[in-house]
């Protein structure tokens, strides 16, 4: 029996990944019938109109530029090429000169939208608010109605005791580092999360849970396959859900160019996603170490395109629509963001992890311990330890079989559909 038609706002962060993963489960809902609204970040305008979704946009500062003059995702495009040294230092030490910084900006958006955000949610009159990001933003939690939120991110970033801290990259079988690690994140957050989580009361929302930024919904979804998973020490409880993928069906079809299509080797896709490529340098690198190989290459060249030179045994684009190159490729070179992680495991294919920042340690660690992929040193990786890696996972039958019958399990818990079911539900009764 088909649901009542609703009206769903969705707030995802202003990335690609958390606005991808969005665009995936309301596309969904929109061709069940259901109004979908996006309160993005206002630099996506024009972008999810032609989707069929309605457009209700925030500034999250001061704006410098007229909507739709600047790249969707600016700001953070710009914060990391700006902050792309802070990703050479040991993950312990990032907290203080780059996960602060990142939470600083981040609660400073959610301040400056609270009174904009509030007249979206008076204007639209939703049914349900699904909010896809790490920070709390209170006007979504006191609109009155039911509150999903989506963890798009590796699922360390639901705390558990028995598990490695989130950002570290620690191995889940060794529990030396955490302690100092735990205790570090809390001297470098623990008055920040308490100023903030004062104005997120301040404005009529509940008390943040501790050293956390946002709070759980009444009903929670997190993307990652069981294949993959931890195993808790504590049960999330009924109101989480986790979907084994997310993987939007939006992507235009991606046609192998010819020639790449008619040459020798495996065919491999590379990306640092639409943020880590901003760092030109490591581009470079990566690019000049693959030339050598006897391999095809498809290179996702990111927002500084023009600053890319690729070899004849490679084509690239600004942009290419992921989900339908995944496919294609016959393994990919990644930065472990979450949603790539999530779609190389949903298509069956094994990665060469390259973390910069945030949960993409954690997902390379945990790829790599599990052996579904390698885990390289970012910025020390030797050409003899690419070239071994890649030698290594493409002839590894054994471990792409395995991953051939989870691709099969994933695909066929229908993850999308499984969220617009979930937060059908979470609106009320048919």
């Known amino acids: 029996m088909p649901h009542r038609p609703l009206t769903a706002l969705f707030m995802p962060e202003s990335a690609y990944g958390p606005t991808n993963n969005c665009i995936g489960i309301g596309d969904v809902l929109r061709r069940r019938g259901h109004r979908v609204v996006f309160a993005a ?11 069929g979704f309605e457009e209700d946009l925030v500034d999250l500062s001061p704006p410098d530029r007229e909507p739709g003059e600047q790249d969707a ?4 495009k710009e914060f990391i090429a700006s902050t792309a040294p802070e990703f050479r230092k040991p993950t312990i030490e990032q907290l203080d000169t780059w996960i602060k910084p990142v939470w600083a900006e981040l609660i400073s958006g959610a301040q400056y939208c609270q009174e904009q955000l509030a007249e979206i949610v008076a204007r639209t009159r939703p049914d ?42 620690y191995p889940a079988g060794d529990q030396a580092q955490w302690p100092a690690f735990r205790a570090e994140y809390d001297r470098v957050h623990r008055a920040m999360w308490a100023e903030f989580g004062g104005w997120v009361t301040g404005q009529g929302a509940p008390p943040l849970p ?3 930024f946002i709070h759980p919904g009444q009903v929670n979804l997190y993307v990652y396959p069981e294949l993959a998973d931890y195993p808790r020490s504590r049960p999330l409880g009924p109101g989480w859900h986790r979907l084994d993928s997310s993987v939007r069906e939006t992507d235009a079809p991606f046609p192998v160019p010819e020639l790449l299509a008619s040459g020798d080797g495996a065919l491999i896709y590379f990306s640092l996603g639409s943020l880590g490529s901003a760092d030109v340098a490591l581009m470079r690198r990566i690019i000049d170490c693959l030339a050598t190989t006897p391999h095809r290459y498809i290179v996702s060249k990111g927002p500084l395109h023009a600053e890319l030179e690729l070899a004849p045994n490679m084509h690239g684009a600004e942009f290419l629509p ?67 890696a890649l030698a290594r996972l493409l002839g590894d039958t054994a471990m792409r079989g395995r991953l051939e019958r989870a691709a099969a399990i994933i695909q066929g818990r229908q993850g999308l559909r499984r969220a617009a079911d979930v937060i059908e539900a979470a609106a009320g009764p048919r």
């Open 73 to 76: 995702g600016a700001f953070w």
């Open 41 to 51: 970040e206002a630099s996506w305008k024009g972008r999810l109109e032609p989707l």
């Open 210 to 212: 501790d050293l956390e």
């Open 322 to 388: 992921q989900t339908s190159v995944i496919p294609a490729a016959d393994l990919v070179i990644t930065h472990g963001g979450n949603n790539t992680t999530t779609e190389c495991l949903h298509f069956g294919k094994p990665m060469i992890v390259l973390p910069l920042f945030w949960d993409q340690h954690d997902n390379a660690q945990r790829i790599d311990e599990l052996g579904l992929g390698i885990r390289l040193d970012t910025y020390r990786f030797t050409g003899g330890q690419l070239h071994g």
């Open 128 to 169: 349900v608010i699904v909010e896809d990001n790490v920070i709390c933003f209170p006007a979504l939690l006191t609109a009155g109605v039911p509150f999903v939120r989506i963890v798009s991110c590796n699922p360390l970033e639901i705390p558990d005791p028995a598990l490695p801290p989130a950002f570290s990259g």
